[in-house]
Antibody, heavy 117, light 110 residues
Framework: EVQLVESGGGLVQPGGSLRLSCAASGFTLNDCSMNWVRQAPGKGLEWLAH????????HYAESMKGRLTISGDNAKNSVYLQVNSLRDEDTAVYFC??????????WGQGTQVTVSS | QSALTQPASVSGSPGQSITISCSGSSSDVGGSDHVSWYQQHPGKAPKLMIY???KRPSGVSDRFSGSKSGNTASLAISGLQVEDEADYYC??????????FGGGTRLTVL
């Protein structure tokens, strides 16, 4: 069974940083690509970042470029998202999402990030 | 503002059919076969309902179908059921941003 478990969320002050983790099981990262998607309270889905875990090639949402770094560790079957210079508007649930056949076929339950002083 | 435009809400009665539109441009929906749709119930993670415009993942009811014409994709749901009440999001591979979502549509089953 495919499972994605996010961790690393929490309360952080404006200007701070967080590193989110996503532990994958039931498949190997080499078989697909991975993404991070977020959802602010009461708002829609927003795609943030993508990584081809085999090659390490990455893509980022233009609105977030410069503040995000997505990475993967095939040995740990895990994906990470570093978010810097956090702002109030970054408060959201952050989902780890598997991308196979150019569709988001499995989603984690999400980790809550709250930016507040 | 989302890159893809969806109606904020649609509604229908049990047994009826509805369609949700997703309008983009030639840089995304119009220029891509990688258009997908997601269903999200409150407090839950989204679920893939349609991919590559028209394909249904295993386990998704055939009451759900997808289509595309020009820069607009559509999700149709026939034989509405109470459990279909949820938020629906379209998504497209895009030339500029790698992936773009629609703003979401709240489906109410009256």
């Amino acid at each position: 069974e495919v499972q994605l478990v996010e961790s690393g969320g929490g309360l952080v002050q404006p200007g701070g940083s967080l590193r989110l983790s996503c532990a994958a099981s039931g498949f190997t990262l080499n078989d697909c690509s991975m993404n991070w998607v977020r959802q602010a309270p009461g708002k829609g889905l927003e795609w943030l970042a993508h990584i081809w875990t085999t090659s390490g090639t990455t893509h980022y949402a233009e609105s977030m470029k410069g503040r995000l770094t997505i990475s993967g560790d095939n040995a740990k079957n895990s994906v990470y998202l570093q978010v810097n210079s956090l702002r109030d508007e970054d408060t959201a649930v952050y989902f780890c999402v598997r991308d196979r056949d150019w569709a988001f076929d499995h989603w984690g339950q999400g980790t809550q990030v709250t930016v507040s002083s | 503002q989302s890159a893809l435009t969806q109606p904020a809400s649609v509604s229908g009665s049990p047994g009826q059919s509805i369609t949700i539109s997703c309008s983009g441009s030639s840089s995304d929906v119009g220029g891509s076969d990688h258009v997908s749709w997601y269903q999200q119930h409150p407090g839950k993670a989204p679920k893939l309902m349609i991919y590559e415009v028209i394909k249904r993942p295993s386990g998704v009811s055939d009451r759900f179908s997808g289509s595309k014409s020009g820069n607009t994709a559509s999700l149709a749901i026939s034989g509405l059921q109470v459990e279909d009440e949820a938020d629906y999001y379209c998504c497209s591979h895009a030339r500029n941003d790698f992936w773009v979502f629609g703003g979401g549509t709240r489906l109410t089953v009256l």
